[in-house]
């Protein structure tokens, strides 16, 4: 029996969202491409057992893995993988049924070594209520200033559900690294592949479905007491994660990049777990920081939700405990209105 040409690590890393993996794994599995061509890769770091017996009666390969990071997980998944090209599911996202033979139409062209495609937008109970931006297919192979400020503009640079990438690339990157990367891999990738030199693909066409719930890994929507707590926790991880994305492209173009990431990690970080009284040494920002940020021209391509945050974050970092309080109830009570909103479409 010949190799697959396409494992889907899918990392499972939060037992609450357990309900959405068969889910995932049933899109990974209803695919338009030949079965004998891909393979399934769960990595989770819980056992269950029904779970477990459903996942093997499928014939996916099942990892249960320690690994606290989400970049330790997809090292495991990758140690496995027999796939040349490496595409991503997150436990909560689904994908079109049309998605893997696209990722394996895209990369019979072996220039490329980079796929993210655009996204459909649903809600906890699958229903599409939204779609990207993206119009038109986007191709990219060396440092361009402004089709960098696009993709960020585009919001592309995020969801690794969208993201396939030539597993050669993704094997050269140093374990460790991999292991100290507990979020951020989204926007790793595509600068990886750009620093590589090969082509990557920004495709409009929608092929998977991103999830939008109130128990993301980023925030809990569940009381403001969860929500402050996750988002310290969070913003932490995502802090030290940017930093060391930071040090791997130092004094190249996309340093600049990065940047903006950090520092609006660091402010949340900051101001969050403020709250509840926890410091960590990431989350240092001053007014250097504070302006670079809002003279950076990717600023300009948020969302306006998106500034309310920004500006009330990067105020009440400076200021007394009741301000970060009151940032952080608006940022709250904004989101849950949103979501709100989103569950009724």
């Given amino acids: 029996m010949s190799k697959p040409y396409i494992s889907i690590i899918i990392p499972s890393h939060n037992r609450n969202r357990k309900r959405y993996l068969l889910e995932a794994v049933k899109s990974a599995l209803n695919q338009d491409l030949f079965h004998d061509l891909y393979e399934i890769i769960v990595v989770k770091y819980y056992n269950e057992k029904d779970l477990d017996k459903q996942l093997e009666e499928w014939g996916v390969k ?3 893995s320690q690994e606290e ?4 997980k997809i090292f ?7 796939g040349e090209i490496i595409s991503f ?3 909560d996202d689904m994908f079109c049924s049309n998605k893997l033979q696209t990722v394996y139409n895209v990369f019979q062209d072996n220039d490329i070594i980079f796929l993210r495609d655009r996204c459909f937008i649903i809600n906890s109970y699958g229903k599409v209520i939204g779609v990207e931006r993206l119009s038109k ?3 990219l192979s060396t440092f361009n200033r402004n089709q960098m400020r696009k993709l960020i503009s585009f919001n592309l640079m995020t969801n690794i559900s969208a993201m396939s990438i030539r597993g050669s690339l993704l094997r050269s990157v140093n374990v460790e690294f991999l292991r100290r990367l507990w979020f951020t891999l989204d926007v790793l990738f595509p600068l990886l592949s750009l620093k590589q030199g090969g082509k990557l693909i920004f495709d409009c066409k ?6 939008i719930h109130n128990d993301h890994s980023s925030f809990d929507l569940h009381s403001f007491e969860k929500y402050v707590k996750r988002r310290c926790l969070t ?4 802090s030290k994660s940017y930093k060391n994305i930071l040090e791997l492209f130092r004094d190249t173009p996309y340093e600049r990049l990065i940047k903006p990431y950090l520092i609006r990690s660091n402010m949340v970080c900051l101001v969050f777990c403020s709250l509840l009284n926890k410091e960590y040494a990431c989350t240092k920002v001053n007014i250097q920081d504070l302006f670079f940020l809002f003279v950076h021209p990717n600023i300009s391509y948020l969302r306006p939700l998106d500034l309310i945050f920004l500006y009330a974050l990067s105020l009440s970092s400076k200021m007394p405990r009741l301000i970060k309080l009151l940032a952080a109830k608006m940022e709250y009570n904004l989101l849950l209105i949103n979501y709100k909103l989103r569950s009724m479409i």
């Fill in 137 to 139: 297919r986007l191709e």
């Fill in 62 to 64: 099942n990892i249960f």
């Fill in 89 to 91: 599911l997150e436990d």
């Fill in 235 to 238: 913003a932490n991880k995502f």
């Fill in 69 to 72: 990071s989400l970049g330790g």
């Fill in 76 to 82: 495991e998944g990758l140690q496995i993988a027999e």
């Fill in 206 to 211: 929608p092929l998977t479905l991103y999830r």
